[in-house]
């Protein structure tokens, strides 16, 4: 293998370690084991589990905020900007289920970022400006749009981490309850709700 091999062979056996077992309960023996490799091979490469563990969570994060940013970033009405970011959070967590199982973990002792908290207020920031947008345009106080944002993408991510251990609903439907109760309030939820976007 090249060294770039190697490397890649490592993120990939070292995810789904973190994924199974956590950042505390995976070593660098179990790592180095399972790629059939010694334990200065990682070393070599990561400087030891930390740095392994910063390269897959920093991965994973791109890969989410790519397709959330994607959702949230086209010209559409608000209801379909809702829905969208909602599904891409529910295909990240479809597509990539070690991923997720790491994001929502606690982050190692000492490192500010790369915790599920940090990916949350990462994707909140983006949400509050589209919706202090629409605070504006309904005449609402604008101030309030962050703690909104909060609210509305910890109601989605926290859904998500349900759905990853429950998935006996569909994709879909996940998304249409989440929206009906984000877009609608508790008293105004619709009996069977359904998305608007056409996307399922």
Do not use: C
Not at 8 to 16: H, N
Not at 32 to 58: C, M, Q
Not at 144 to 172: I, N, R
């Amino acid at each position: 293998m090249t060294g770039k091999q190697r490397r890649e062979q490592l993120i990939e056996v070292g995810r789904r370690l973190f994924a199974d077992k956590g950042f505390e309960g995976t070593t660098v023996e179990e790592i180095a084991s399972t790629a059939n490799v010694s334990k200065p091979v990682v070393y070599e490469h990561f400087g030891g589990k930390e740095g392994l563990y910063a390269v897959v969570v920093d991965r994973e994060i791109a890969a989410l905020l790519e397709g959330i940013t994607g959702a949230l970033a086209a010209d559409q009405s608000s209801r379909t900007t809702l829905e969208r970011a909602a599904l891409a959070l529910l295909d990240y967590i479809e597509s990539s289920k070690d991923g997720f199982r790491i994001l929502v973990r606690d982050s190692p002792t000492g490192q500010s970022t790369g915790s599920f908290a940090s990916l949350i207020s990462d994707v909140a920031s983006q949400v509050e400006h589209i919706l202090a947008a629409e605070f504006k345009s309904r005449k609402l106080d604008p101030k309030a749009a962050p703690l909104y944002a909060q609210m509305l993408v910890g109601m989605v991510a926290l859904t998500g981490q349900w759905w990853l251990d429950s998935p006996k609903m569909k994709k879909a439907d996940v998304a249409a309850h989440l929206v009906n109760l984000a877009w609608n309030g508790l008293a105004n939820l619709e009996k069977k709700p359904t998305l608007r976007s056409g996307r399922a």
